[in-house]
């Protein structure tokens, strides 16, 4: 069981929905904010804490009606993933960049890696899962500045009525230790653990 912590340097205290610079193009491509392993989940109500899913990590970058979901190297694996691909237009969005964990899902409801390895190597993905935990862009707006429980609410409002191949990755506020041990209990890949008011700091690994 890992756990994990996505902690960056707070970027002030969490805030309401505020819009953000109105002229910001879209990136070509955000590398992703990375994860430090370390021994305890941290406690109190400045942390979250979410799933830690056991898949590709992916982000899905759409630009009127072009898509293409990219690697964690910046590679377009668009083509491997078509039913992933035709979704992401169907979102009530022109511009977005979305970060997020492209599963496969065993009966008992826990990712598996080698679903989605097998599922890719013989070109049957359509029943992989694309989970999604950040918004990165919106409509002109970049959002990697914002407190990031603000965008998690806002992601959550994009995604309400997705496809069933896009699924909102839902968290905890506080409790870390308690989540950790639940999350043992359903032997899942492990969790991971970020605060609240944290900026997205693409290859930070946290302290």
Request: aromatic residues 8%; contains cysteine.
């Amino acid at each position: 069981m890992r756990r994990r912590s996505g902690h960056v340097p707070a970027a002030g205290t969490a805030q309401p929905i505020a819009r953000g610079s109105p002229t910001a193009g879209l990136p070509a491509w955000i590398p992703p904010q990375l994860t430090q392993l370390v021994d305890t989940a941290p406690d109190g109500d400045q942390w979250f804490h979410e799933i830690k899913y056991d898949g590709y990590r992916m982000h899905a970058r759409l630009d009127r009606g072009a898509v293409k979901l990219l690697t964690r190297a910046g590679l377009d694996w668009t083509h491997k993933y078509p039913a992933i691909a035709k979704a992401v237009p169907e979102l009530h969005a022109r511009q977005a960049d979305l970060d997020g964990e492209l599963c496969g899902v065993g009966p008992d409801g826990i990712t598996m890696f080698n679903i989605v390895q097998l599922a890719s190597d013989s070109g049957n993905a359509a029943a992989l899962v694309f989970f999604l935990f950040d918004l990165l862009y919106l409509d002109g707006e970049d959002l990697r500045t914002r407190p990031l429980i603000e965008r998690k609410q806002r992601l959550a409002m994009l995604l309400a009525n997705a496809a069933p191949c896009l699924r909102y990755s839902d968290h905890v506020i506080g409790q870390g230790p308690e989540f950790y041990e639940k999350a043992c209990a359903m032997r899942v890949e492990g969790i991971v653990s970020k605060r609240i008011d944290a900026p997205y700091t693409p290859g930070n690994r946290g302290l």
